[in-house]
């Protein structure tokens, strides 16, 4: 419905200004009414709702943060070329089936009005519907899921956060209100040192100033001229899916994955969740979060160290107060000198009256004994018993004598009946009765006639002694040497007995046996 202004006085078309008056549109504007910016706001509003009522419109929300303290929500529904504002009131979103939701897209339907206060248009939302994820969400999913794929998002890849770190090290516009939050917040905790790598944290270029920040970070030394931080805090206030995107950039993801030092993400409110959140160490709700998780709480650490030391001081005076309860507890419980002694004392006294006819009895068994050893001494002196001793000792003193005597007799004649018996079984004797020993030129017995008949030469040995001779029937030989003489077989040495043989007579000589060997005769 077209803007109707309110009526005017009626003029003529026709009427032409004379010459050094004011043109006829000087004289309309000078006659037009004016409007109150109220007036115009009421007339718009009026205009926008007549035209359009009630509509469905679709669009993907954005820049939702949740009900407001008052109970009604405010966000956007936008598509790739325009955003109008929405309002959804208390008793409507309690009522609605499809709640609001950051980068959903939705069919919502709702009274389109104007908000005089802010000279903008909104709609008034009755009812929602889900259509789909929107294009920025989809986006974001996709590369969450590629980013997780290669293990950037593992558990095992985060670190602790240091307990009081030297030096803190902050992401972060150096105009906005983060910065000031956080080192307000340090302030009242713990002051530290703090770096603070300016960025920008929306817009072209602000994702690579980002990852530039972190990696310049973890390139510092521990011992250079600027000191190397400890913790890092990446921090922005909070925006829509749109101002947040650059710290959902795959460059600052990797970044912060790849970081030496620990990581704090704080990026937007508590309800916004940017793929850095799941890169990094911690994330915090807020940026002021991030600066409590950095550091702990000065005073209570003096608190507790203070609640610590007078507890310990506590432990000692108990432990101290309780060994000297024990001391005394014991030193009562230790008996008296008299009392610790007078057991003693008894046992003394006892062992004293024991003592006594104790030794005497000892004494008088003692006397005793000594008693019937002189008794037995005087009846058996030493001197009788050595007497008889020696007496015994010469009643045997010739039996050893005649004992070995006797023994050597019997081993003589023992011995002299064997070399009888030698004599006897010898070939000597045989010969002493008349016979002869006859052997060849080689000293060998000579058995049988025909032995003796082809014998160049024969030893004929007697008793007395040998001689040579050559048989009748033996056939011309030249005479072989005559052999030496055998001297005969010495007779073995005898005892000597009490009848010994005469010797032999000395004109007798006998002649040498000749070297050979002994033969048998039997």
Same mark, same amino acid.
């Given at each position: ?368 004994? *000594?008693? &019937?050893? !002189? %008794?037995?001494?005087?009846? $058996? /002196?030493?001197?009788? @018993?050595?007497?008889? #001793? +020696?007496?015994? =000792? ?42 002869? *020993?006859? &052997?060849? !030129? %080689?000293?060998?017995?000579? $058995? /049988?006639?025909?032995? @003796?008949?082809?014998? #160049? +030469?024969?030893? =004929? ?62």
């Amino acid at each position: 419905m077209p803007l109707v202004p309110p009526p005017r006085p009626a003029t003529s078309a026709a009427a032409v200004p004379p010459p050094g008056e004011p043109a006829p549109s000087a004289l309309l504007q000078a006659n037009a009414p004016e409007w109150s910016v109220g007036d115009l706001a009421a007339a718009l509003k009026r205009t926008l709702e007549d035209a359009f009522g009630h509509v469905r419109l679709r669009g993907e929300i954005s820049g939702y943060r949740g009900p407001h303290g008052s109970g009604h929500a405010y966000f956007s529904l936008k598509d790739g070329t325009a955003k109008i504002d929405a309002v959804v009131w208390k008793g409507v979103l309690g009522r609605l089936r499809q709640k609001p939701k950051e980068g959903l897209e939705v069919v919502a339907t709702g009274k389109i009005t104007t908000f005089a206060g802010k000279s903008s248009y909104q709609i008034v939302v009755d009812s929602m519907e889900p259509a789909g994820i929107g294009a920025w969400m989809a986006l974001l999913e996709e590369r969450k899921r590629q980013l997780a794929a290669e293990g950037l998002f593992e558990a095992d890849r985060k670190r602790p956060i240091p307990f009081l770190p030297r030096v803190i090290g902050v992401v972060t516009s150096p105009t906005g209100a983060v910065i000031r939050d956080i080192l307000h917040r340090l302030e009242d905790r713990f002051p530290r040192p703090v770096l603070v790598w300016p960025v920008r944290v929306q817009g072209e270029g602000a994702a690579e100033e980002i990852a530039a920040a972190i990696r310049g970070f973890n390139a510092l030394t521990p011992d250079g001229p600027i000191p190397r931080p400890d913790v890092l805090i990446v921090a922005r206030g909070g925006g829509s899916i749109e101002d947040l995107w650059a710290f959902n950039d795959e460059a600052v993801v990797r970044a912060a994955a790849e970081s030496g030092i620990p990581l704090i993400s704080a990026v937007g409110h508590e309800t916004d969740t940017t793929l850095i959140d799941f890169a990094s160490d911690r994330r915090a709700p807020t940026p002021t979060g991030a600066a409590e998780m950095a550091v702990p709480v000065r005073a209570e650490l003096l608190a507790q160290i203070h609640d610590l030391g007078a507890r310990q001081a506590g432990t000692m005076l108990r432990r101290v107060e309780r060994e000297r309860a024990d001391f005394r507890a014991l030193v009562r419980a230790i008996p008296g000198a008299d009392a610790f002694l007078a057991a003693k004392r008894q046992r003394l006294d006892l062992a004293d009256a024991r003592l006594r006819p104790a030794l005497a009895a000892n004494a008088r068994d003692s006397r005793e004994r *000594l008693n &019937r050893l !002189a %008794d037995r001494l005087t009846r $058996r /002196s030493p001197a009788i @018993a050595l007497a008889e #001793a +020696r007496a015994r =000792l010469a009643g045997i003193d010739h039996r050893p004598r005649t004992a070995i005597s006797r023994i050597i007799e019997r081993r003589r004649d023992r011995l002299g009946a064997q070399a009888g018996l030698l004599g006897a079984l010898s070939y000597k004797a045989v010969l002493a009765r008349g016979y002869a *020993l006859v &052997r060849d !030129a %080689d000293g060998l017995p000579v $058995r /049988s006639r025909d032995a @003796a008949a082809t014998a #160049a +030469r024969l030893q =004929l040995q007697f008793a007395d002694g040998a001689i040579f001779a050559r048989p009748e029937d033996a056939p011309d030989a030249p005479v072989a040497p005559p052999l030496a003489a055998v001297p005969p077989a010495p007779r073995p040495k005898r005892a000597p007995r009490r009848a010994t043989p005469e010797p032999a007579p000395k004109s007798e000589k006998v002649a040498p046996e000749p070297a050979a060997r002994q033969g048998s005769l039997f």
